[in-house]
């Protein structure tokens, strides 16, 4: 079988990301030094609300920037090539057996970026996706949920190498 590459998803989610990053910096080095000159030309900055805004936003956006830098960075970091082949990794769908309840439930493991619970997909850095990384068929995963302790079985494992 073929060695996985940067997929499709990792591509989008790039994208996705230098297109926020884009609109941020137009935001931060555009249109919010026109906001504040704007609000400094009203005088009083102690009670000028647009001008106190204006540079909460601005403090907000830079924040923004550095977390999306950090995390393209990241995102370029991952070498597909060392998901295991026989052990929960990224892109792996697992089917789960809830020891509690009875119950099964699926889930594909993505990114954050890519996260979506109602679609089943939850991310690597999500409670459960950190406790199912490198586990593997009958393997037994304990989670500190917010809604408590949750016991599950890996009952069915299929890593990005299977599809």
Known sequence: MAEPTQSDAAQRI?????EEIVQLERELH???PKEIAKARAHGDLSENAEYKFAKERQHLVGMR???LRK???DLSLV???KIPRDAVGYGSRVTLLDTEKGGELGYQL???EESDVAQGLISTTSPIGRALLGKRQGDVV???TPAGNRTFEVI???TIYDD
């Open 14 to 18: 790039k994208r996705k990301l230098e």
């Open 79 to 81: 070498n597909l090539a």
């Open 30 to 32: 555009a249109e919010l």
């Open 71 to 73: 995390r393209l960075a």
């Open 156 to 158: 069915k494992l299929l």
């Open 110 to 112: 993505v990114t954050a």
């Open 142 to 144: 304990r989670v500190q």
């Open 65 to 67: 920037l550095q977390q």
